[in-house]
């Protein structure tokens, strides 16, 4: 049986797997919230007698076994991934079939995620702001949605960036969406391994990202992008900056 790590999933499918003798295998694909106090619970109870666990990063691994007390003999990293080929196409900006709601002759700053708080979305937009008031012609796109999107959206009305803050929602193009990215965001609070930053990658894209959770693992900063503290739209902006000017 194998269980994504949701407090009911571990608990039903862990009971039924034990009752049944069917070996159990739970994955791990995001971070404890320390503030989570039932879910931890649950987890310190019930990982440590699985028959195995499945983690995507390196950091997960160090996290279970350092502070959840998890034996280390339990645990192997599988990472994510994802099909490269479909990302290296070019999408035409000109084109008809664009369908976006895009200035072509501006430079554009991207992000895809979901529109919850844990993603920084605030962070983002606030960035946003500090970008235009120093640059012309630069356009940024949230790709996704979520619980907090009107809230994101009065946010762009209060800092007055309503016409350069495009929300495009959920997308089953994401690769052809990429393509008119020239900087790519990710501003998470917290992360796992993000595999929005492989297709990023994928796509050839110069990266900013908070340097949380497993993202030192994919992003070398200086080298393949930039790494950034959470919670400061100020050293965001810098980054992002920096690569709109280099580009």
Known sequence: IYLINQP???FWGFLMGKLNRIPVVSVIHNTFIMSEAFKLNIYRLLLPRVDRIVTVADM?????????????????????????GKYHNKADVASPNALLPINKSFKT???????VHLKGIDIFIRAAHLIASH?????FLIVGDGPERKSLESLARELNIQHLV?????????????????????SSRTEALPIV????????????ATKV??????????????????????????KITFLLRYE
Do not use: C, W
């Open 60 to 84: 997960q691994k160090r996290h279970l076994i350092e502070s959840q007390g998890i034996p280390e003999h339990l645990i192997s990293v599988i990472h994510n991934g994802i099909e490269l």
């Open 135 to 139: 640059l012309e012609e630069v356009q």
């Open 213 to 238: 959770g497993s993202l030192p693992e994919l992003v070398i900063d200086g080298k393949n992008g930039f790494l950034v503290p959470k919670e400061d739209p100020r050293a965001l902006a810098e």
């Open 8 to 10: 009911l999933t571990i």
């Open 109 to 115: 700053v991207g992000i895809v995620t979901r529109l």
């Open 166 to 186: 495009k929300f495009l929602g959920i997308r089953d193009d994401v690769n052809r969406v990429l393509s008119f990215f020239d900087v790519a965001v990710l």
């Open 197 to 208: 930053v492989l297709e990023y990658m994928a796509a050839g894209k110069p990266i900013v």
